[in-house]
């Protein structure tokens, strides 16, 4: 059973238009929720991270926005760039320590120039 | 630069080889973990070492043997493997609440 689903594998923006990835998750005792960018054959990188005692946080193009109530997270950029061209994985743990990062299967983004 | 260094980036091994995937981190972080990333798959959290000891363990197989001799550094040992364990293989290290850094991975290929 996935706990962290990334339903859409790809899409295509246009350059200087907004990018939106969607994040959906079925655990409630996911409480952190963090979007990671990977290029091939390299590790994923953090972009930025939400906890659930807010519904926004935003870092410069990056904004993640959280709906608990449909156990639903969104990472906006904007405006895309050719260079954001990559894929994106949405990971949840949880504060408590668990020590556990949960991963999506991941969203290819491409940005045309 | 990540902080976390994984070497070898790729690795060519036999069936019958024996090898071991080195990871370290220089963050002073409390927690390493070992992640699989295979083709269209998310990526599946194999091992996660809290303070050197070992929390979790997702069922994976037993030619699998990690080791986490100091908080910064973690091993996979690699025996037996079968051609379906040809992955993308992360490490990551993390503190308690906090946001998880990730090698480079090492490129695995079982011939």
């Known amino acids: 059973d996935q706990q962290v689903k990334q339903n859409s594998p790809s899409l295509s923006v246009q350059e200087g238009r907004i990018s939106i990835l969607n994040c959906d998750y079925t655990?409630?005792?996911?409480?952190?929720f963090l979007w990671y960018k990977k290029y091939p054959a390299e590790g994923p990188t953090f972009l930025i991270s939400?906890?659930?005692?807010?519904d926004k946080n935003e870092d410069g193009r990056f904004t993640v926005f959280l709906n608990k109530s449909a156990k639903h997270l969104s990472l906006h950029i904007v405006p895309s760039q050719p260079g954001d061209s990559a894929v994106y994985f949405c990971?949840?743990?949880?504060?408590?320590?668990?020590?556990?990062?949960?991963f999506g299967t991941g969203t290819r983004l491409k940005v045309l120039a | 630069e990540t902080g976390v260094t994984q070497t070898p980036r790729h690795l060519v091994m036999g069936m019958t080889n024996k090898k071991s995937l080195k990871c370290e981190q220089h963050?002073?972080?409390?927690?390493m973990y070992w992640y699989k990333q295979s083709a269209k798959k998310p990526l599946e959290l194999m091992f996660v070492?809290?303070?050197?000891?070992?929390?979790e363990n997702n069922s994976v197989p037993s030619r699998f043997s990690p080791e986490c001799p100091n908080s910064s550094h973690l091993f996979l040992h690699l025996h037996t493997l079968q051609p379906e364990d040809s992955a993308l293989y992360l490490c990551?290290?993390?503190?308690?609440?906090?946001?998880?850094?990730f090698g480079q991975g090492t490129r695995l290929t079982v011939v």
């Open positions: 939400i906890s659930s005692i807010k």
């Open positions: 990971a949840a743990s949880s504060l408590s320590g668990t020590y556990k990062y949960i």
């Open positions: 655990n409630s005792m996911f409480d952190y």
């Open positions: 070492y809290s303070l050197e000891e070992r929390v």
């Open positions: 963050l002073g972080h409390n927690a």
């Open positions: 990551a290290s993390s503190q308690v609440a906090g946001e998880a850094f």
